[in-house]
């Protein structure tokens, strides 16, 4: 008898260890989703400063004006209707899911810390970005014509705000650009733990979602140098806490292992 539950206790502790890390991974993605909740929250409470996204559009078209060459407008004017085409959809179709896939895929192959250090980082940018976006609104250059910028979501399609999510949307938090941001925290994370090749088509992404967000005029250029910015400060900090021997934040619940 003694043998019998001496040789079952292995068995349990596997059984009960695997039950942990599924339950712990189903309550870090309820951890996140809760987080992107509350961010899309906050993105709408801002969502009706009509006037201020306006005002701030000014200065964001100046600050283009001296960094693009070439200017948006000249590369809508200059590229095809395809590849425009093209880059509506990699705006529209590639930056959630994608993300959402980078994450989970990090939940199971990093170690705790390097996964850490990657969530909070994203948490953290994400944060800081509503932040920005409630005090500063912006509108994004598609919406200003006169200054040469098309839309090309509704000239050529497709829109990333059809129907009802048109209306729901918060259009005017166009700083900073968190397709660029997150954009790039995927290349960073991929160049730092995955193989170079992997670590390379993380880079492609990100170049690749600079350039989308620049020829469709979603965003001005300050809005992915401001997200910038902040992932690396974020990143840094982070990195800092590992280097000092300080454990990366968890949440409520125990990351899987």
Not at 107 to 133: C, P
Request: glycine share 6%; with cysteine.
């Amino acid at each position: 008898m003694s043998g019998t539950r001496a040789a079952s206790i292995p068995g349990n502790s596997k059984s009960a260890s695997i039950w942990r890390r599924i339950l712990s991974t189903f309550a870090e993605i309820g951890f996140l989703l809760g987080l992107l909740s509350l961010y899309k929250a906050g993105r709408l409470a801002a969502m009706h400063h009509t006037h201020n996204a306006w005002l701030n559009a000014r200065w964001a078209h100046k600050i283009d004006t001296l960094l693009s060459r070439p200017s948006t407008p000249w590369l809508q004017e200059h590229l095809s209707d395809r590849v425009l085409h093209a880059a509506n959809v990699y705006y529209a179709s590639v930056h959630f899911p994608l993300t959402a896939a980078f994450v989970a895929s990090c939940l199971f192959s990093l170690e705790r810390s390097a996964y850490l250090r990657m969530r909070n980082t994203l948490v953290t940018m994400t944060f800081i970005a509503l932040v920005v976006e409630i005090a500063i609104p912006l509108a994004p250059p598609r919406m200003f014509p006169q200054w040469g910028y098309q839309d090309t979501m509704n000239t050529i399609g497709p829109s990333a705000y059809a129907g009802h999510v048109g209306k729901v949307a918060n259009q005017l938090a166009a700083m900073p650009s968190l397709h660029v941001g997150w954009a790039s925290l995927i290349a960073l994370t991929l160049w730092r733990y995955a193989p170079r090749w992997i670590g390379a088509l993380g880079v492609g992404h990100a170049m690749a979602t600079i350039t989308v967000v620049t020829i469709t005029a979603n965003h001005w250029r300050i809005d992915g140098i401001v997200a910038l910015i902040v992932l690396f400060a974020t990143d840094r900090a982070f990195g800092k806490r590992c280097r000092d021997g300080v454990a990366p934040a968890e949440s409520p619940v125990t990351s899987p292992t």
